[in-house]
């Protein structure tokens, strides 16, 4: 009986032992699947923090590219912006030479006092421009004469492309730039009204428009003060 009960001990300690181990089994399985699952997390948790590193990178060579790009437009639009000074300037040393050597002024008909539209309609997307205003309207649009007038300058001129001036007579100028055809030359005598060019984009615009100014003895005047239809839009 001693033996029995010895026995019947050590077979419930073996069991206890047995119980133990498969315990210790599914632990080690468990913690094997959590580890997994925890090395699986950090992969992907690297690989997005890869990701947002190199997208940070990224964008911040498109901003420094960005930069670079801004400043050499702000130096390009320096630069332009004192060509296109440069050439106001030779506008109005144009105007008062002519002022200067003309022998024979023009004279103005009687009765054409106001002034007309330099475009056949109201229509175009008009906004201040340096000493003038700019209409954007479609290529090949005729340019009228907004008085009667003759034609002191038609040609190139830099920073207003194709360009026509008209003296009106009492030292009263008008100013049309942007040209795409000229339709008349110096000398000649036209009247309000008639086709002197075309629209174009020969000055420094991306898009069709008439650059147009008017000066009395050389100095800018407010175009719409002449004609309320350029009212700026």
Known sequence: MRYQRSLEAVLAHDHELVDELGRNRMAAAEARQQARAEA??????????????????????????????????????????????????KLRELIEKEEASKEAPFHPPAGAARMRSPLPSSTGDV?????GVEVRIPAGTPIQ?????????????????K?????????????????????????RVVEAGDTIATVGATGPVATPSLYFEIRERGVPRDPTSYIPTLTRK
Request: no cysteine; net charge positive.
């Open 40 to 89: 699986a997390t950090l992969a992907a948790r690297r690989k997005e923090s890869a990701r947002e590193l190199e997208s940070a990178r990224a964008k911040r060579g498109e901003k420094q590219t960005m930069l670079a790009s801004l400043r050499g437009e702000g130096a390009k639009r320096t630069e332009l912006l004192e060509a296109l000074k440069s050439s106001a300037e």
């Open 145 to 161: 004469a907004v008085k009667a007038g003759r034609v002191v300058f038609a040609g190139w001129f830099a920073g207003y492309g």
């Open 127 to 131: 906004a201040t421009a340096r000493n």
């Open 163 to 187: 360009m026509v001036i008209l003296d009106h007579g009492e030292h009263l100028y008008s100013v049309y730039g942007y040209a795409g055809e000229l339709l008349v030359e110096a000398g």
